[in-house]
């Protein structure tokens, strides 16, 4: 079944994240085609976008865990985005900081190439996401940078739970919904001519 028709997560899928996220191994291993697999099945088998993983950006140090932008086929532009890291990540917070300053960072780099008005980016914790727009006209990315004093370290509480909604369950499938049809609607208004 198509995923503009699904109702809920294909069995299979979940399958694959069940075994991906039980397996030994470095956690790229575990989740990598996992994600590939699920973006694939949200964007389709047809030719009109394509999931295409990203070599480690050049500021990834040890930050960087899964990357994969979906480019619409014609033009090859961005137009959605997902970062995956550990969902260790979420228990502390300069790891929650570095995972928001890396996803603001990749919007500085895409968001002038996205061929329509809204670029979406998922930034995954395990499962865990938070969703991320940036805005092409007004040049701005929701949710807005949260301002800490510099010259103490992080509280506890610091982007605490942003990450909470689950991408495997209900409200995720849903967001994923609401997301892919944004940009495929989106995508045939700017198609070139």
């Known amino acids: 079944m198509p995923f503009a028709t699904d109702t809920s997560w294909p069995v299979g899928l979940l399958r694959i994240f069940d075994i991906a996220g039980s397996a030994r191994g ?19 088998h047809d030719f009109d976008f394509v999931v295409a993983p990203q070599a480690p950006p050049d500021d990834s ?10 480019f619409d086929v014609p033009q090859q532009r961005p137009v959605f ?9 979420n228990l502390i917070p300069a790891k929650r900081e570095a995972a928001d300053a890396q996803m603001r960072g990749r919007y500085n780099k895409l968001l002038h190439d996205c061929p329509i008005p809204l670029l979406y980016g998922l ?19 929701t949710p807005s940078f949260v301002e800490t004093d510099w010259h103490f370290v992080l509280p506890a509480e610091y982007l605490q739970d942003q990450w909470s909604l689950d991408i495997l369950s209900p409200g995720g499938f849903s967001e994923m ?3 892919v049809a944004y940009i495929k609607g989106e995508s045939t208004k700017f198609q070139p001519g």
């Not at 985005?81 to 990540?89: I, W």
């Open 26 to 44: 470095s956690f790229e291993n575990r989740y990598y085609g996992a994600y590939t697999k699920l973006l694939t099945h949200c964007f389709g």
């Open 81 to 89: 985005f997902l970062e995956v890291k550990d969902d260790g990540h």
């Open 123 to 141: 930034s995954v914790l395990g499962t865990g996401m938070r969703v991320y727009c940036g805005d092409k006209a007004r040049r701005t990315v």
């Open 61 to 70: 140090h040890d930050n960087f865990i899964v990357y994969l932008i979906v």
């Open 177 to 179: 919904k609401r997301i």
